[in-house]
Structures are given as structure tokens and as C-alpha cells.
């Protein structure tokens, strides 16, 4: 119940932050000056564009299917929203604490393509359709990259259970019953002999305990990218081509709650790739000899420090995916829909065919 | 516990319902996802977590779009209706799904099954489950996953491009 509220309060307070950061992130990329007007350093300016768009009119075309119409952001949102129940937050404060963990994640994101054709279709207007189409199409082709570089994750860790998989990957892993015996060695090979397992930091992180996992990260990237809809795999969106896409007819309360659902699975895969591959909510500083940095930023789990610290962690890994993924957005010209698919199926899918064949011989070695 | 059960339940039945009366080919798709989803909310309930997931990735994530795919591309241009079931064969239907409920009634009331089923149980059936697609049910397996990819090449040759 905590982590329900938490997210939920969370995600709109991030969600205008987000707004804001990208509009003076993209200013800076472009060298204007971005929003200036409102509060220091048009810091409000997303407050205030919020506030006008509650107040607007919430318009419903003549010819729209109404109920569709009017239920499809919320069914959006709700899929959306619903995969953040099982992200780890902390060592103790999870959601949900499924054993399915990230299959379940994965599966009920999914369910958001169903309200994205609600929303094209029932807008009766053919940009929305052909909008909701492409974005239909280019979600499921990317869904196999993505369950592919998870399973590459899934493979090394043999467990589905996010919060499992963060323990794993820092000091605190053998404070798991599972994992009382378990030993963390360098790179993962066990027989370099070198163990790690008190030392943690970033030298526990899947990254390093399997160092290809980084060009896995680099896949899970770009298929995550195109699944939240983003630059460059905006062409469901296409304002040149499309006007707006899927969410042409929408105004007022729905399109912000639109956009808070775009916004929010930009911040869910951010947080699943900084679970999978950056230790969750491990810290960065590894245990140097009798310089416990490892110890000092990261508290027991349990503990009051632990969660805080955890939270930080976490949290800043996520922003800093966020981060990538704006900056990507306002740097790399959109793709045509064949190379979208050429990306998809014939780079992307052999490509991490092929490394989920070596994570799984890696476990052997 | 009950409540959640009967919540699930009643989900699953009322926009069945929906699915049954509804001529909107469109409208009963998408009261088919409500469908499916309390069903996997029952799985849930009933301790098997991993069929509920399934229940969700295959029905909803690949047929229900599939479906609602398809609704969408035969909306005949121009009068910009989506298609509308027709009433044809509705006494046969009516015997056949009256014949059903008969059958499974019978069967139901015979089986003595514990009702509501509820005995979730802390394990998870993901272990269980890999473990005895890997021993007992390997050629099973193995069979399935060898029709999935000759489907699978069959799609990719008929979409293909066609030299003539």
C-alpha cells in the first residue's frame, strides 16, 4: 500500500519535473533558452500548463465513439501504472513481491496496446487510426527484443523476481535466506576464484558480473525507447506526418493523463534496466579494503538508513535513464517504418538471440 | 480473500455478458479484454500466478489484437461504422450453447470441486513448472515449439514478397 501511494504521488510530481527537464534540456541542445518566464528559471511553467489544461473543456468529437473514447487514456494509464507494482523500491518496500516479478511486468504493459487502438479507433479520424496502427505495429515487433534482453537477465540470475535480482547484485545478498551460500565472484567466473561478494559497488552489478551484459543494456535500450513510444521510434506520433497521432482528438484532463502515461513508461523501463543491469538499489561505491564505502551509502536492509539510501539509489539510476533517453530524443532524426523493422527484426532479434546463447554458457563457466 | 474472488467473478461474467449482447463487433472485443482479465485475476486467486500471466501475454497481448486488428481493417471504408454482428443461425446457436451449459452443469455438480477455490499458496508454480517441461513433458515440448516455428516461417513466406 505504501509503494502503491508512493508511486502514484511520485510519478505526477516526476511527471512535471519531466516536462520541465525536457524542455530545458532540449533548449540547451538546440541553444535556446527554454521556459524562462515563470518562478526562477521557468521552473513553474509546467505547473502552470497543467493547471490550463485541468481547466480546459474535455472535447468528445460528434462522431466519436463516446464510451471508448473516454475510457481509453484511463485504460493506458491503468497498464501502465499497474507495472510499477512489482519494481522494488527499496530492500524491504515493494509492491507486490510475485515470484512472476518481471514477466508480470512485461505482460500487463502489453495490455496498453489494446488502449492505444481504443484511442485511435474511436476518434474516428484517420490520422488517430493510422497513428494508433503504427504504434501498434512498432510495439509488438519491439516486444521481442525487449523479452529476449530480459531473458538474457533472467538466465544469469535464475529468478524472475525483481527484488531477487537486486540482492544479488550487491553486498547484501547473502541477508537473503535463497542466497545465504551464494558467493558473488568477478565477472561472474567462478574460476578466477576472486570474490566479491564483500566488496559489492558497481563490481557486483550485472553489467560487470557478465560484462556482454552491457551491449544487452544497449538493445534493452533501443527496444525499450520505441515501446514508450519515443524519439527516434516517434513515428506513431509523427507531428509532421500525423499531426499528433493517436492522441489527435484528445484535449484537456485526458491528453495530460496521455501524456503522464508516456512520461510514466519512460520512468518504468528506466527503472527496469537500472534493476536488470545497474543493481537496483545497490550503490554505486564498492568496499576498497578498510575504506567501507560500499557499507557507509547503503544501510541494511530493514533499516530506517537502508530504505533511504536504497530509495536514493534507485531512484537516481532511473532518472539517469530518463535522462539518456531525452537527450537521445533531441539528438537522432526520427526512423522511416522499414528501417524500424529492419532495426527490430534483423539486427536487433539476432543480435540478442545470440547473446541470450552466451549468457547461458556463461552461467556454465 | 472472498471479496477479491467475487469481484473477479463477477468482472469476468458481466462483460462475458457484454461480449454476448453487444452487436458492436468492436465493443465485444473490448469487453473480451475485461473478460480476460478477470479470468487471470481467478488464476491468481486459485494459486497458479504463471497460467494467469500466460492467460494475459497470449489472449490479450497476441489473439485479442490480433482480433481487434482484424475488426479494424474489414471497417468498410465510407460509412465509417464498424462491422455489426448479423443474427443468423440463432436456433441452432441457442441449442448448442443451452446443450453446453446442461453439460457442464452436470459435469460440475458431479465433480464436487471446492468452491471458491481458494487455497493460494505461497510457492509459485514457475519452478514446478520449468522443471517438468524439462523432464516428464520434454516431447510435448519439443512438438509445440517445432509446430510454433513452422508456423512461424509459413506467416514470414506468405507475407513475404512475391517474385513472379
Known sequence: MIAFLFFLVFLLVYMVFAVYAERKLSAFIQDRLGPTEIGPYGMFQTLADLVKLLQKEDIVPVKADKWVFLAAPAVIFTAIFAGFAVMPLTPTLQGSGAVVGVFYLLTIVSIDIVGLLAAGWSSNNKYSLLGAMRSVAQIVSYEIPVGLSVLCVVV???????????????????????YSE???????????????????GFLTWNVIRMPLFFIVYIIFFIATLAEANRAPFDIPEAESELVGGFHTEYSGFRWALLFLAEYGMMLLVSFLGAVLFFGGWNTL?????????????????????GNITGAFWIILKAFIGVFIQMWVRWTYPRLRVDQLMHLCWKVLTPLSLLLLFISALWKLL | MNIAFYCFAALTVLSALVVLWTRQLLYSAFALLFTLLGMSGLYVLAGADYVAIVQIMIYVGGVLVLL??????????GTGHAPISGRINQFTGILAAGGLFVLFFIVFLKANLPFPALKSSPHSSVTPIGIGLMTDYLLPFEIAGILLMVALMGAAYIAGRKRL
Open chain 1, 156 to 178: 544469469l540470475c535464475q529468478t524472475l523476481d525483481l527484488q531477487e535480482i537486486c540482492y544479488q547484485q550487491g553486498i547484501y545478498i547473502r541477508t537473503l535466506p535463497v
Open chain 1, 285 to 305: 561505491f564498492p568496499n576498497i579494503g578498510p575504506v567501507r564505502l560500499a557499507d557507509w551509502t547503503s544501510g541494511m536492509p530493514g533499516t530506517i538508513y
Open chain 2, 68 to 77: 481487434i486488428f482484424g475488426i479494424m481493417l474489414t471497417n468498410r471504408p
Open chain 1, 182 to 200: 551464494s558467493t558473488n565472484y568477478l565477472f561472474g567466473i567462478k574460476r578466477l576464484g576472486i570474490d566479491m561478494t564483500e566488496v559489492g
